[in-house]
Nanobody, 125 residues
């Protein structure tokens, strides 16, 4: 079983930055075997894809809404994935979730079997 714990959320003014972290653990967990991703869910909206990072960390993919502002990265030695968020906007306000997939991974939440509890990000105007 995989446990994911997010941290780094908070309140920030528009134009500011935050860095989210997600630490993964489990008896047999090795992050080298998993695609790691971030999703978010705003009040009254469905969970949406933010970014994903391949097992090696070389290949990344972003939602159009965050491209050029957010950067996903990972440290496999620490079983941790990060999301650097710059130039934040009020519409980025949401609960951010990390997720891992032992298969292909991708942009759809259904592709990910393991989820963290989420961390709140609030961007004030």
């Amino acid at each position: 079983q995989v446990q994911l714990v997010e941290s780094g959320g908070g309140l920030v003014q528009a134009g500011g930055s935050l860095r989210l972290s997600c630490a993964a653990s489990g008896r047999t967990f090795s992050s080298y075997s998993y695609v790691m991703a971030w999703f978010r869910q705003a009040p009254g909206k469905e969970r949406e894809f933010v970014a994903t990072c391949s097992r090696s960390g070389i290949n990344t993919r972003y939602a159009d809404s965050v491209k050029g502002r957010f950067t996903i990265s990972r440290d496999n030695a620490k079983n941790t994935v990060y999301l650097q968020m710059d130039s934040l906007r009020p519409e980025d306000t949401a609960v951010y979730y990390c997720a891992v997939s032992s298969s292909m991974g991708g942009m759809w939440a259904d592709e990910y079997a393991n989820w963290g509890q989420g961390t709140q990000v609030t961007v004030s105007s």
